[in-house]
């Protein structure tokens, strides 16, 4: 059922559906291939939405002392091309920072750092971008039998408005992800708020807090509130019989190469399988080095002085954690023994990740013409286009939401260049037969 609402601007040829990492990647791949872009209320080529009120990413878990797990290199352009304006050397010198950078010799830069990256190239495309619009459905365009362009639906604090679009590129980021039958409230949070919780409550009053994960996330989301929780018993537990540490060694990491698409996409679906378990180690559930290492030091230290704040529940799940007027009251089970223990907590931090959005949830009369892969999900071509039926002229790209079909970086930050360059020349090669080809590249 058609939504009704009125059109803002007119059609453009490439929407973009979410501005993070991903779609300001593609930004740039597209500017640089000549695609101009489009004021609000403007006819142009180029335009996004975006469901936050400003460009951000991961802000909740911008912990000072947090650096990043991949190489600077890895940014929004270097590895597409290293010449480009957008590279994080690039960043450096206009921020007057590239010596100073060089002398550190370090290859991972602040997780902060890294954001301000992040906002210093979004900033270059903010007349593009249409924040505060939140994505609420698509619809076909028909032209006769065929559709050849597409509506994008979003509701905005003015009300519901449309964009008009030949090409679609979704890219809606993940959602923090819960254990089924958690509701999260004043004292149950998902990591992805922790920063901006924190500042709205007084940490001296916390007693007891509880962090709920075995990842990078859940380890240093440990490690922050015992620092900035002067009194607090904090407890970690994961159902591991102790963290895991990343691996990041060289060969292990090239699952992470451009090269790495390929081999995934080609495979069989039981390889597909495999590469993922052989490979979880590098991304999934792990934790540097480093920060494992500071927090067993912390935590022996502290029976050495007998003055414990640090707890490890290992080999632990948490079967019960709700709201009360005491406290957040959780019930911890401990597998190897089958004893459970019950706290009640000032403060319950799940660090248990996040989930792709499923860009099925937005298609909706569009999904009856998209080809369906064995699990059900969107059918995508090597070019992260939706496979649809011949009657869809307008393209439609995920970025994101592709691990089973493209593998282990389609989450991460590690491949975001050379996939941006790799859907811009689709979308050139689409506009070319749409009759709106791309101008000279830009300088």
């Given at each position: 059922m058609s939504i009704n609402a009125g059109y803002d601007d007119a059609p453009v040829d490439v929407l973009g559906i979410g501005f993070g990492p991903s779609n300001l990647a593609l930004a740039i791949a597209l500017q640089e291939q000549g695609l101009s872009g489009s004021a609000a209320g403007e006819s142009g080529r180029l335009r996004f939405v975006e469901r936050q009120s400003r460009f951000g990413w991961h802000q909740g878990m911008l912990l000072d002392g947090a650096r990043m797990q991949i190489s600077f290199?890895?940014?929004?352009?270097?590895?597409?091309?290293p010449s480009?304006?957008?590279?994080?050397?690039r960043y450096l010198q206009d921020r007057g920072r590239l010596v100073d950078f060089i002398n550190g010799r370090n290859f991972f830069p602040s997780r902060i750092e890294f954001h301000d990256y992040l906002e210093w190239a979004?900033?270059?495309f903010s007349g593009?971008?249409?924040?505060?619009?939140?994505?609420?459905g698509i619809e076909p365009v028909y032209t006769g039998d065929l559709v050849?362009?597409?509506?994008?639906?979003?509701?905005r604090a003015d009300g519901v408005r449309r964009h008009r679009a030949r090409n679609v590129v979704f890219a809606a980021g993940l959602q923090p992800w819960t254990p089924k039958g958690i509701t999260l409230s004043d004292q149950i949070w998902h990591s992805s708020e922790l920063l901006h919780r924190l500042r709205e409550i007084d940490v001296a009053k916390i007693g007891m807090a509880l962090v709920v994960g075995a990842g990078q996330s859940a380890a240093e989301v440990t490690s922050h509130l015992h620092q900035?929780?002067?009194?607090?018993?904090i407890h970690s537990v994961f159902a591991r019989f102790g963290y895991s540490v990343a691996d990041d060694s060289p060969f292990a990491n090239r699952i992470f190469d451009p090269e790495a698409v390929d081999?995934?996409?080609r495979a069989a679906p039981e390889i597909r399988q495999m590469l993922r378990r052989y490979h979880d180690g590098t991304n999934y559930s792990v934790v540097d080095l480093d920060l494992i290492t500071g927090l067993f030091e912390r935590s022996y230290q502290e029976k050495v002085v007998h003055d414990q704040r640090l707890y490890f529940h290992n080999l632990s799940r948490i079967t019960r954690c709700v709201q009360t007027p005491a406290g957040a009251e959780v019930t911890v089970h401990d597998l190897a023994r089958g004893l459970t223990e019950s706290m009640i907590c000032d403060l319950v931090v799940f660090a248990t990740g996040y989930r792709p959005v499923d860009p099925r949830c937005f298609l909706g009369p569009l999904l009856e013409h998209c080809r369906l892969d064995t699990d059900g999900g969107v059918a995508l071509g090597r070019d992260y286009r939706v496979l649809t039926t011949p009657q869809i002229r307008s393209r439609i790209f995920v970025q994101g939401a592709t691990e089973d079909s493209h593998g282990l970086s389609s989450v991460l930050l590690s491949n975001t260049a050379v996939r941006a360059g790799e859907i811009a020349e689709s979308l050139a090669e689409a506009l070319r037969e749409q009759g709106r080809p791309l101008t000279a590249a830009a300088g």
């Amino acid at each position: 059922m058609s939504i009704n609402a009125g059109y803002d601007d007119a059609p453009v040829d490439v929407l973009g559906i979410g501005f993070g990492p991903s779609n300001l990647a593609l930004a740039i791949a597209l500017q640089e291939q000549g695609l101009s872009g489009s004021a609000a209320g403007e006819s142009g080529r180029l335009r996004f939405v975006e469901r936050q009120s400003r460009f951000g990413w991961h802000q909740g878990m911008l912990l000072d002392g947090a650096r990043m797990q991949i190489s600077f290199l890895k940014d929004l352009a270097t590895m597409r091309s290293p010449s480009s304006p957008y590279t994080f050397l690039r960043y450096l010198q206009d921020r007057g920072r590239l010596v100073d950078f060089i002398n550190g010799r370090n290859f991972f830069p602040s997780r902060i750092e890294f954001h301000d990256y992040l906002e210093w190239a979004a900033a270059r495309f903010s007349g593009i971008v249409e924040y505060g619009s939140e994505v609420i459905g698509i619809e076909p365009v028909y032209t006769g039998d065929l559709v050849q362009e597409v509506d994008v639906v979003v509701q905005r604090a003015d009300g519901v408005r449309r964009h008009r679009a030949r090409n679609v590129v979704f890219a809606a980021g993940l959602q923090p992800w819960t254990p089924k039958g958690i509701t999260l409230s004043d004292q149950i949070w998902h990591s992805s708020e922790l920063l901006h919780r924190l500042r709205e409550i007084d940490v001296a009053k916390i007693g007891m807090a509880l962090v709920v994960g075995a990842g990078q996330s859940a380890a240093e989301v440990t490690s922050h509130l015992h620092q900035v929780c002067p009194s607090a018993q904090i407890h970690s537990v994961f159902a591991r019989f102790g963290y895991s540490v990343a691996d990041d060694s060289p060969f292990a990491n090239r699952i992470f190469d451009p090269e790495a698409v390929d081999v995934h996409f080609r495979a069989a679906p039981e390889i597909r399988q495999m590469l993922r378990r052989y490979h979880d180690g590098t991304n999934y559930s792990v934790v540097d080095l480093d920060l494992i290492t500071g927090l067993f030091e912390r935590s022996y230290q502290e029976k050495v002085v007998h003055d414990q704040r640090l707890y490890f529940h290992n080999l632990s799940r948490i079967t019960r954690c709700v709201q009360t007027p005491a406290g957040a009251e959780v019930t911890v089970h401990d597998l190897a023994r089958g004893l459970t223990e019950s706290m009640i907590c000032d403060l319950v931090v799940f660090a248990t990740g996040y989930r792709p959005v499923d860009p099925r949830c937005f298609l909706g009369p569009l999904l009856e013409h998209c080809r369906l892969d064995t699990d059900g999900g969107v059918a995508l071509g090597r070019d992260y286009r939706v496979l649809t039926t011949p009657q869809i002229r307008s393209r439609i790209f995920v970025q994101g939401a592709t691990e089973d079909s493209h593998g282990l970086s389609s989450v991460l930050l590690s491949n975001t260049a050379v996939r941006a360059g790799e859907i811009a020349e689709s979308l050139a090669e689409a506009l070319r037969e749409q009759g709106r080809p791309l101008t000279a590249a830009a300088g």
